[in-house]
């Protein structure tokens, strides 16, 4: 009898500890992805910057490249100012931007990259795709997945709190997301990996259920390692199914109808799954994720991140047209805005709003 197996794109190098960032060259030279040290560091002008002057001494051989944003332009710009160096390899260092435009630049010139996140903001550190701002509004575009994640706790604890929560707010939507691929399997018949599924749950459901909070190491070791499995259920599932339902929906939703008052991504996913999930008729579940994302002190009602009770219906009407084909509770309950409007009235009645 044959032995079906398959090959699961993930990173060779997973470090989630403390200190994971004190011998970084030696960690890639074990690694064989720098022999040498002969690295090209993608940088924010902030934190990155700070972190160069700690660490550029152990890395003579390496160069600096300042990313001046998050847009398309910005990543080619960065791409080819690296392509005549004679690279081992891409680190990205820093937030969600920067990595981005490394993963970007890093497949435009063919190397492999090191993804180093400086915070636990959202899923992407691990995930096989870029998302950047374009002239369109923010565009999605493939690239591998990094060939080695380091995460230093140290690190993290210095970056401010508010990245963390929204990190949690995304790791959390898993739970959502999941659901919603089910619905799209069960009433149209989409196709679902139930590795990745598995893998998206389990990874939100370790966050949701963990009595630790943002100023706890082993707390920040769970969102961490969730973030990474859930970038690694993206590759293993083709795409960001696993993690993008209803909730990064509404999100999307918020940054288009208001770009210039959207809040973090984690805040407004997790919202979105919160809503989503009473949407869906799992009350006890929504309410839990209430209590976890209040706990962290993360918004559950539109009005803590600024928007009132009509803004908030005009984008949860407006979300489905954000993934044209994207099967949710939203585009299975197809509501009406007034329908909406008494929906998200039971909701706030149910937490006591």
Known sequence: M?????????????????????????????????????????????????????????LPSADWYEVGGGTIDDAIKLADSM????????????????????????????????????????????SPVATLDNDAGRGSYGVPNPIAVVIDLDVIREAPARFVRSGIGDAVSNISA?????????????????????MARQAGE????????????????????????????????????????????????FDLLYPKRAASHGEQCGLGAAFATFLRGDREMSMLMVEVLKRHGLPVLPHEIGFDEDEFVKVTEYAPDTRPGRYTILEHLDLSADQIRDAYRDYAQAIGS
């Not at 969600?96 to 959202?122: E, M």
């Not at 999941?178 to 599924?197: F, K, Q, S, Y």
């Open 178 to 198: 999941v659901r919603d691929w089910e619905l799209a399997h069960t009433v149209r018949g989409e196709d679902i990996d139930g590795l990745a599924a598995a």
């Open 206 to 253: 370790a966050v949701l259920r963990h009595p630790g909070g943002v100023g706890d190491d082993a707390f920040l070791q769970v969102l961490a390692e969730g973030l990474v499995m859930t970038g690694i259920s993206m590759s293993v599932a083709g795409d960001s199914r696993p993690a993008s339902g209803a909730c990064h929906e509404i999100n999307h939703a």
């Open 2 to 58: 044959p032995v079906l197996t398959r090959l699961i794109p993930s990173p060779v190098v997973v470090d989630i500890s403390r200190g994971a960032l004190d011998d970084l060259a030696g960690l890639l030279a074990d690694q064989r992805i720098s022999s040498n040290g002969k690295l090209a560091f993608a940088i924010s002008g902030g934190s990155g910057a700070a972190l160069r002057e700690r660490f550029a001494p152990a």
């Open 83 to 126: 392509k005549s160096g004679r690279y081992d390899a891409v680190v990205g260092l820093g937030g969600g931007k920067i990595i981005d435009c490394a993963k970007f630049a890093a497949a435009r010139i063919g190397l492999p990259l090191v993804a180093v996140a400086t915070n636990l903001s959202h899923d992407g550190l691990c």
